[in-house]
Every structure is written in C-alpha cells, then in structure tokens.
C-alpha cells in the first residue's frame, strides 16, 4: 500500500492527541495526592509481597550468568572480572587492533582516574553501575576499576588481559542481549518456557535510507522467524516484536512530519500486517519525548488502516516519567473505543531520563516534560495503571518494571493477577519474576529481549549500565543489603506528601540554569506543535512590511544613497538599505565622541539595566526577529530561534559582567592609603560585523562596548542591514541613548573610514581574515594614542573539515552521505527544511567554483541531488570533497562543503602538524574515547574552541566562551570573562588617606 502525504488514510474516529507539552509538577502533584490514599490492609499486603520479592532479589544478588565460567577461565578475582567488563565496555566501538591496544593501555596508564575530568565520566558511570548494581559487595569503596585493572596487568601480562576483555565483552553481550541471531536468540527463548517473550532488534536510530531499510528487512525477517516458531502458542502467550520507530525512518523528528507520515506510515503498516497475519504481538517502543506527537499521529494512522480490523496484538509503550503520560493513556484508550479494537500498552517509566532533562536545558525550555523527581514518576506510574486497569478489557495492560514496590501495588490494585501481563528486560529482574511466578499461579510475565550483533550493543547497554548503577533506580538499591527494606517500600505519596515537593529542589528549571548570576534564555521545542504553530503565527503576523535600514546618528535617520535589500531566499526585494558615505561616517563619529562622555559617567548600573531591558525587549519581540533573520539571512527557524537567544544572552551575561567584572577593586597596599583599580570607558568604538549571526554577533560586539562605557558605532554587514537597523531601535527603546549609539549601514569603504578616523578609541570586529589584517594595518598607520583591535576572526564553527582514521573512513563517509542526501535543502521558512541558501550571488558563485575546481581534480565524493534546487535564491547543493592532506584547504570554503581526509593510525602526529600549519584555529571537534589522544590533541593545537565527542556548533554564551586564535581571532573570548575588560579603560587611583597630617584609622585601632 501506499499512504499519499498528509491525512489520506482514512482516520477512523481517532481524535487527535492534544496535551500541554510540559505542564507544571505542582499542579499534576496536587491531583495524584488529591486521590483517596489505599485502605491500611491494603498497603500492608503490598509491604508483605514487595518484601518478600526484594528478599529474593537479595538472595541472588551479584549473580551474573556465566560470570563464573568465566572468572575461572582466566582465574580473576569476581572483582577483577567486574573491572574488566567496564573495560570491554569502552572496546565495543574500537576499529583497529592497534587502537584497541591503545584504548586498554590507556585506561591502565591512568591511574589517578578518580581525581580526572569530564571525560572519564563515562567510563566511571559503568564502573559505578557495575560495583553499586551488580557488585555492591565485591568492589570495596575506594578502590577504581582501573587500579584494579593496573594489578591485573601486572599479575597477567598485556596481551592475557586483552583476551580476557574481549571475553569479558562477549559475556557482557550476551547478558543483555538474548541472541546475536533471531534464531540464536528462539532457541535461547525456548529454554525458558515459563516466560513470554517480546523480541528487539538491537540499533541506533537509522541515519540512512539504507540503515532504515536493514532495519526493516531486519523487524521482517523477525517476525517471520518468531511467527514460525510460535506457531502452536496460545494467543495470549504468542511471543511479540518491538518496534522503534527511529529505527526506520532516516529523519524521524517533527520538522519532517509530512515525510515521516508518507514514508514511514506505509513501512509501519507492512510490519504491522505481517505481525498480524502471525498473530504476534506488535509494540512500538516508547522513544524521546519530543517524537511523541509525531509518533502518536503516525500510530494513529496505521491503526486506523482497515486492514489491521479484528487483530489484537497492536500496543504502543507510554513512558509513566513524561508528563503527558495519562493523556497519552486515554489518548489510547478511546482509540481502542474509536476502533472497537483491542489495543495493548506497554507502561514503562521511561529510559531517556537524563537526556530528557539535558535537553529541556539546552533548548531553555519553559518547564521539564519529564518528572523531575523519581517519586513523581512512580505516583505518575500508579496513575496509569489504574486507568489502564480500568480499561480492561478494550486494553491490554502490560506492566514493565523492575520494581518489586511497582509490583505489588499493581497486583493489590488490579485485585490479582488477570488480565494484564508483566514485562522485564532480559538479564534483568529474573529473581523478582521468578519467585512471583511462583507464588501467583496464572501470573504472567514477558521478557523484552534485544537480539543482534555486539557491535549495535553500546547504546542500549550504556543505558542498561546507567540503569543498574543509579542511585534512584530500584534494581541498584534492592541489590544493596546495605539499604533497609522498609526504605525501599516507602510509599511515592510520602515521598512527595506537598504538591510543593514535587520538583527535585537541586534541578532548577531551564531559565534558572545560570541563577542567580543570568537568566537562560527562552527557547522553544519543535515537537510542540502547539508552541510551534503559535511562533509561526506570530512570526506571520509580526513580519516587518517594508523594513527599512538608515544611518542613525543621534537618533536622526540620515538620507543618502539607497538600494533594496534582496533575500537569498528567492531574490525578492525585501526592504530598502540607505548607505553611510563619507560624510555620513565622519557625523556618526564626531555624534559618538561627543555623546561618550554622558554614557561613560552613567552609573555602571544603569547601563546593566538598560541591557537587561533589551535582552527582555529582544524576547518580546523575538517572531519579528526571526522573520528578519529569516528573509534576509536565510535562516532555518531553528537557527533564528537560536540567535535571538543568544543576542539576548550576550546582553544579559554582559550586564552581568559590568556589575562583576568592571567593578572597583580595593587592592591592598599599606596603612594610610588607600588603593583602587577602576574601569571607564575608552570612548568612540567602531563595531564591524559578519552577515552569519547579524544579530547575535552584532548585537554581543555593541553591547560589550556600551556595557564598558564606550559610545558606539555600528558598522553591520552590507549584506544584512535590517536585522542590524532593528536590533539599534531596539536598544535605543531599551534605554541607551541615541547620543551613545550610532549606526551606519555601509559597504568595506564606510567601514575603513570609520577605522581610520582618529578620533576611534577602539574597534571590534568579526569577518575574515584578510579584512581583520587591513583594519590591523590600517590601526597600526594611524598616529596618536594606539588603539585595541578586538577581533574574533572568522565566526563559523561548521566542520570544514573531517579528518577520519582510514580504517573507519569508508563506513564513516558512506554514513554521512546517506545522512546528508536526507536533508532538506530549501526555502528556511519552511519548518521541514534543514539547509537553507547561502547569503548571496557571489558566495555562491564561490562556492560553485571551487566545487567545479575539486570537480576537475576528481576529488568530489557526493553531490546532493535529491531534488532540483530552487532556482531563484542562492542555494549551493551540499558536498563532500575528498582531499589528500588537510594542508590541501587554504582557502576559506564557507558553506556547505565537507572537505575529508583520511589518516593513518600512526601519523596523528603528522596530521596535527598539517592543521596546525594552516594557521587557523577556531573549533575543534575530536570523537575518541581515549584520554590520551584527546589530551595529545589539544596540547598540540591552540585552536580557541574545542569539542569532545560532541557537536561542535552553538557554543553558549558564559558557558562557552568564543573565539580562535592565530588566524582566527586574537581574543578575549565573545561571551567570556575576559571580554568587557579589553573594552575598558584602567585606571588605578591611590589616595594618601593620612594627607590631613595623620593616620586616623590606625591610631583608632583597639590596642
Ligand atoms: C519490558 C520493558 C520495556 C521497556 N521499553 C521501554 C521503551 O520502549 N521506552 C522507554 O523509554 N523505556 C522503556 N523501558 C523502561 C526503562 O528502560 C526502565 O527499565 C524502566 O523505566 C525502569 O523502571 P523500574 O520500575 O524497573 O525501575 P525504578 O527504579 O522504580 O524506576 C526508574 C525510573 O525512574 C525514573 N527516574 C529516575 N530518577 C528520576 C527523577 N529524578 N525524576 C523522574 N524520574 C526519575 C527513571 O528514568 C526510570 O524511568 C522498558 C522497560 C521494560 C522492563
């Protein structure tokens, strides 16, 4: 079959699934305390079972399957066999056996791990998983895997000790994973009759057509396999499949709705019939929060398919720790109505927990969609289970927990064990099920089983290790002898008992990330549609209509020459531009002298506040703003997004920074004197900026000059003058008088003349380095006082350049081809596009011919063809050009191009050395999981930014300070603690407090 784009399947009465993205804790708390608590016999039958069952889990704590073998293969210690496996963790991902040898030589040199960094968080985590959830008894406090690691290299000899990780990783695999095979995994099932089973392809998210349709081929061939094996099953044993949906398609999130709905529809509904003419059961795996409504939408529509009529066995898992979760619970439940279907659901808590609360940070969202206090999840979690229960049996309930608490309430509140199942992940939970299954005959539990190769093994084991390890999480503390039983039980009610102790009182909520020194900035996420079709709307309504950019000099709009300013986006004229000449550029600097001294004598905190009013102003206003940012530089809307928060971020952090920063400072010296270092302002600052962040770089230049007392002129890229002209109106409302700030719209001549004038007392700039260089030279040819140049060089931390080991090139390359030919290349006021134009005719132009250029030499990999690119605008096809050597790029290729070059594992060194000899260094990115060549790295290259394993786009403002060195800036950091000062005068005034004759002060000291 196939689904045209949009709604065309007819809907069935499904009503469409509509909650409020991340409502407050407070409010959901209230109601779930304002439940009628459990008769008193009730809750001491749930405290005699969840007793019993962690009795039993203590039991058989520390239990490992074939870890015995294992240890006496190799005669190792338990303890010795735990620190190896958090080793061969680590190995999973190793291409070479050079670099594994390196990896394991690594983690043995670094003996002081306890005292390292960030980087070694990973590699802690597992081992603390391991000695809190598996070993609690084994691996003593204090002691590290790897001191452990370091005795047994002694005691075994290197090579011993690799061959025992590689085991160690073997048996790590096959303790979460069922089989490496479908077939391995039936057989491995079958020993385990008194269990129902759910299968799982094990793997990322598909970021590849091809990846999805392995993924595909893979969930198909499964369920023929399981089908054919289950085939005299009982149906409510039948085993099942899981499904997720990332998984299978290469662009699974919001932005790309339509896609996902016409192509991954139809690939869901083929899986969901061919699980049905098996009659296996059907489960979509519950995945981030922000793919909920896409996914719900997407269900939706293949259940209401006719051809999945009169079949049971579809489910959906809803994840009690997000928010929506009841929602989502009736969402489904009239579903099934609607559908007069049985309808199964799979209620977990949820897997994605830290990432969920990292990314509503990031984004600056309003509030969390996930709890933020585990109790909050389990008081969530019963709130479910009873709708579920009550449900029955429209809906089949499958209960999947760990927790033996969980456990018992669920039997106390269903009133036994009929009509629903329980489920727990295989290599988890065996003691816990096992004894219930033997107390309570006709009790049911099913194990989620992942199956493939040990190389897909690392996500899901990195979350299963988490799991194990965390402090909040049951399996850890029900395996610590140490924790008292009666602690485990206590009631998530009395946890919270306040609807005001629902928030975990050490998170604070995404604006209050930087408190009590910033505000985070506002964001927005597009997977709420709601939040999202409300900016678009205001984007729509607030739009400029005839946006004009003039010289402003105080706060006079100056007449001269004009031309339109065309939109890269389809070349339309978009507003009208007049141009500073000369005359207008000597007005604007003999305006910024003479209002100098005025905003210089301003009180340090006045002009902090009038930057917080703008910062402020800049939210109020933000859809204009993007609707700028969007026609005239070509934004995404993500992007957009991204750059009013940070432009407002720059004003907020650098109010901060004058109140902390530029304040007086008493410095000591001896009695009747006294000592104090002060800041002024220099006086007239020219501020020249690049058309990639027209707002946010132009407005983090201006608002660091006038934060330090300077006057300000303004000199924007030709190419962007309309977002700068409305960022000037905006802080002159904000409160900076005109007097103090100037604008002057204008091509590289205006700029030189504003730089030559002797009257400028300093310039910041932004943009390339050759223009840099000239203002240098120009700077240097001046007579008078010497001024600060303040340069940040170029302003694009895009990877330009990949350098990759050889020996993953080919897959790493083939990877990001399939990724890229996915993307969307287009008009950026489309929410689905992901790569808009570049600024103009001539940037394209370039761009075209150094393309043809690396053409010619045959060094083009891929050329993005998906589809005709529009053809008014300045779009340039993404591509991968492949070059010997890294010294091979001189130039600056700025736009979407990704230039490769692949090394040898023995010539790092080499490669540093060709980077190095560029003489840029801007950002940054190194992906190892070996400490010591991340360190070998930085060490070897001055670059201003770096990022390890990790994106290397988006630095933050006060988080990560930018700007580069050698050809790429000279510093201080945009967005640092060292910035405002460079803006400001010194100034150090000493008093002799005993000028009246005497010492006052020390003659009054008591004796
Ligand atoms: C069969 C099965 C299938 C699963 N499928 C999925 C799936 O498709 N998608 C998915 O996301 N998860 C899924 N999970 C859930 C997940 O992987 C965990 O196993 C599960 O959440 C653990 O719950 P528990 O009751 O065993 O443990 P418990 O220890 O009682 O609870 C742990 C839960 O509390 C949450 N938590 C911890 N701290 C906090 C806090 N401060 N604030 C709020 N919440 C907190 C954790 O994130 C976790 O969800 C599945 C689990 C099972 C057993």
Not at 952 to 961: D, F, K, L, S
């Amino acid at each position: 079959m196939s689904l045209p784009r949009g709604h065309a399947i007819e809907r069935g009465e499904i009503p469409p699934f509509a909650a409020t993205y991340a409502p407050p804790d407070e409010a959901i708390a209230a109601r779930l305390l304002a439940e009628a608590p459990r008769a008193a016999d009730a809750e001491r039958r749930i405290d005699a079972r969840a007793a019993r069952l962690v009795e039993a889990i203590r039991a058989r704590a520390g239990g490992l399957g074939g870890v015995e073998d294992f240890l006496r293969e190799y005669s190792l210690s338990t303890k010795e066999g735990l620190a190896l496996m958090v080793l061969a963790e680590a190995l999973l991902r190793v291409p070479d056996a050079a670099t594994a040898d390196r990896l394991v030589e690594d983690k043995l040199a670094a003996a002081d791990w306890s005292h390292h960094d960030v980087q070694s968080t990973a590699f802690l985590v597992s081992a603390s998983a391991w000695a809190l959830g598996v070993g609690a008894r084994i691996i003593h406090p204090g002691e590290t895997p790897e001191h452990i690691l370091t005795s047994l290299a002694k005691r075994l000899g290197l090579p011993a000790l690799r061959a025992a990780t590689r085991q160690a990783m073997r048996l790590l695999g096959s303790h979460f994973v069922l089989g490496e095979t479908i077939e391995q995994a039936l057989a491995r099932a079958a020993a385990h009759g008194e269990f129902r089973y759910s299968f799982d392809m094990l793997g990322e998210a598909a970021r590849t057509a091809a990846d999805a349709e392995r993924y595909f081929g893979a969930y198909a061939t499964a369920i023929d396999a399981i089908g054919a094996h289950a085939a005299d099953r009982r149906s409510a044993d039948r085993p099942g499949i899981s499904v997720k949906l990332s998984a299978l398609h290469p662009r699974f999130e919001p932005i790309s709705r339509s896609r996902v709905l016409a192509e991954l529809g139809p690939k869901l509904l083929a899986l969901a019939r061919r699980a049905k003419a098996r009659d296996l059961q059907f489960t979509i795996d519950a995945e981030e929060a922000d793919r909920l409504e896409l996914s719900l939408e997407l269900i939706g529509l293949v259940l209401a398919d006719p051809s999945l009529a009169g079949w049971s066995g579809f489910g959906l898992a809803v994840q009690a720790y997000q928010k929506r979760a009841p929602a989502v619970i009736d969402w489904v439940i009239a579903a099934a109505q609607a559908l007069d279907r049985r309808l199964t659901v799979r209620l977990v808590k949820g897997a994605y927990w830290d990432s969920e609360i990292k990314r509503a940070q990031e984004r600056g969202l309003a509030d969390y969609p996930v709890f933020t206090r585990k109790a909050m999840t389990d008081l969530c979690y019963m709130d479910c289970m009873r709708r579920l229960i009550a449900a029955r049996p429209q809906v089949f309930p499958q209960f999947a927990t760990h927790n033996a608490l969980t456990v018992a309430s669920v039997i106390e509140e269903a009133g036994g064990v009929e009509g629903y199942e329980f489920q727990r992940l295989h290599g988890m939970g065996e003691a816990l099920y096992e004894t219930l299954l033997a107390e309570e005959t006709g009790a049911a539990c099913r194990v989620y089983a992942p199956v493939g190769s040990h190389r897909d093994l690392l996500a899901y084991l990195v979350r299963r290790l988490l799991e194990n390890g965390a402090n909040s999480s049951f399996v850890s503390v029900a395996a610590d002898p140490r924790v008292p039983i009666e602690s485990i039980l206590q009631r998530p009610r009395s946890r919270i008992a306040d609807a005001k102790a629902a928030r975990h009182p050490h998170i604070p909520l995404p604006a209050d990330l930087y408190a009590p020194v910033c505000r985070n900035s506002p964001g927005i996420e597009l997977g709420d549609r709601a939040a999202v079709r409300a900016l678009l709307a205001e984007i729509t309504a607030q739009a400029p209509k005839d946006p004009t950019a003039q010289p402003l000099v105080d706060g006079v709009a100056l007449e001269g020459r004009s031309r339109a300013v065309t939109s890269p986006i389809d070349g339309a004229a978009i507003g009208i531009v007049v141009e500073g000449d000369e005359a207008i550029a000597i007005a604007a600097m003999a305006a910024a002298a003479a209002g100098f001294p005025a905003w210089a004598a301003t009180p340090r905190e006045s002009r902090a506040a009038v930057l917080e009013q703008a910062a402020d102003a800049l939210e109020a206003r933000r859809a204009r703003l993007i609707a700028l940012l969007q026609r005239e530089a070509g934004k995404t809307l993500e992007d957009a997004i991204a750059e009013v928060r940070e432009a407002a971020d720059f004003c907020r952090y650098y109010a901060c920074e004058l109140r902390r920063a530029l304040k007086p400072r008493p410095m000591p010296g001896p009695t009747g004197e006294s000592n104090e270092l002060t800041y002024r302002g220099r006086g007239a600052f020219v501020c020249i900026s690049p058309w990639n962040f027209p707002l946010a770089i132009f407005l983090g230049q201006v608002s660091a000059a006038l934060a330090a007392g300077n006057s300000v002129i303004a000199k924007p890229a030709e190419q962007t003058p309309l977002v700068a002209a409305e960022a000037v109106r905006l802080l002159h409302a904000a409160g900076v008088p005109p007097s103090a700030l100037h604008l002057v719209p204008g091509n590289g001549r205006v700029g030189a003349l504003l730089v030559e004038d002797p009257r400028t007392a300093g310039v910041a700039f932004t943009g390339s380095t050759e223009t840099a260089a000239n203002i240098n030279r120009a700077l240097a040819a001046k007579s008078g006082p010497l001024v600060p140049l303040i340069s940040a060089g170029q302003r694009c931390s895009a990877l330009r350049l990949l350098c990759v080991q050889e020996d993953v090139a080919d897959a790493v390359l083939e990877m990001i081809e399939g990724a890229v030919f996915e993307l969307e290349v287009g008009d950026p006021r489309e929410l689905s596009t992901h790569i808009g134009p570049v600024i103009d005719a001539e940037a394209k132009t370039g761009l075209e011919q150094w393309v043809a250029r690396m053409h010619g030499q045959g060094r083009v990999r891929f050329r993005w063809d998906r589809l005709p690119l529009p053809t008014a605008g300045t779009y340039v096809a993404p591509t991968i050009v492949e070059l010997d050597r890294a010294s091979d790029l001189r130039e600056e290729v700025f736009g979407p191009v990704l230039h490769v070059v692949r090394w040898r594992a023995d010539e790092l060194d080499s490669l540093l050395e060709d980077i190095a000899a560029s003489g840029y260094g801007l950002t940054l990115g190194i992906h190892s999981r070996i400490e010591l060549t991340v360190a070998r790295i930085i060490a070897r290259l001055a670059v201003g930014n770096v990022y390890v394993n990790r994106n290397m786009i988006g630095a933050v403002v006060g988080t990560q300070p930018f700007g580069g060195s050698g050809l790429s800036g000279t510093g201080p950091k945009a967005g640092g603690p060292n910035y405002l000062p460079r803006f400001a005068l010194e100034q150090t005034v000493a008093v002799n407090t005993a000028a009246i004759g005497g010492n006052a002060s020390l003659l009054a000291e008591p004796e």
